[in-house]
């Protein structure tokens, strides 16, 4: 589970996480349309479309849950990127589920998943490049889908958010833990670390940026 039910208070980190998925939508807004509309302070305000209950989890390392169902080393570096589908129930904690199960119970289409599993991978892409280009490990993360009607037609577009919230970031060098994990196992400085990622990705332009040498072992490149 990421948590999702535990309150995280932490000052500011809204804003920085608007910021953060603003900048992800519109950098991939080519590779596959989104809900995204416009954003001001903590708020994004987005097009209405129907969710499809599943969480599209793309993986580039094995870490969290995967290591721990399967027994996989921590940190092992997949051939090539996995994708794995859960269903959005938080009273059942997301539960891992098959391509089967999503068609027995008709959560999504065939035809939507041959839709959305290609650009999973294309954002995963695009993505991997970016936080490679700035000194960040795209270990995993998480991606949501919505049903938009538009102009008599039903087309898939991206949906929630891409955030430090839902993807994990590892240093490329320390391998310093730079996403919510530093909150899951209490590793303080989770703001440090957003910051961190938007300032490396040129993001945050404002007093919030603050010098993060400051923060002690958060390396800046
Ligand atoms: N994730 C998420 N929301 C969820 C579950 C997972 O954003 O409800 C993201 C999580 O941040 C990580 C990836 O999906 O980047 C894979 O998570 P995993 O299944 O290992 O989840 P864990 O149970 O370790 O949170």
């Known amino acids: 589970s990421s948590f999702d039910r535990k309150i995280c208070d932490v000052t500011g980190k809204g804003h920085i996480l608007t910021e953060m998925t603003t900048f992800w939508f519109n950098a991939t807004r080519d590779i596959v349309p989104n809900h995204y509309l416009k954003s001001f302070e903590n708020y994004i ?8 209950p599943i969480e599209f989890v793309v993986r580039n390392i094995a870490t969290g849950s995967l290591t721990n169902r399967l027994g996989i080393e921590d940190g ?8 794995e589908f859960c269903y959005k129930n938080d009273e059942l904690n997301d539960p891992l589920v098959a391509r089967e199960h999503i068609y027995a119970f008709d959560w999504a289409s065939a035809s939507e998943l041959n839709f959305i599993v290609p650009q999973c991978l294309r954002i995963n892409d695009f993505m991997q490049g970016m936080f490679k280009g700035v ?3 795209l270990v995993d993360f998480k991606l949501e889908f919505g049903r938009l009607n538009q102009d008599g037609k039903k087309n898939i577009i991206l949906a929630d958010e891409i955030s430090p919230d839902t993807c994990r970031l590892w240093d490329v060098i320390s391998e310093e833990k ?5 909150f899951r196992k209490n590793l303080g400085n989770l703001f ?4 961190e990622v938007a300032r490396r990705l040129n993001i945050l332009h404002e007093e919030t940026n603050i010098s993060p040498v400051k923060f002690g072992k958060l390396r800046s490149i």
């Open 45 to 52: 305000l987005a097009k209405k479309c129907t969710v499809i």
């Open 76 to 83: 092992t570096v997949l051939e090539k990127p996995l994708i």
């Open 135 to 137: 000194g960040i490990k």
């Open 178 to 182: 730079l996403d919510k994990d530093r």
């Open 192 to 195: 440090e670390a957003y910051q």
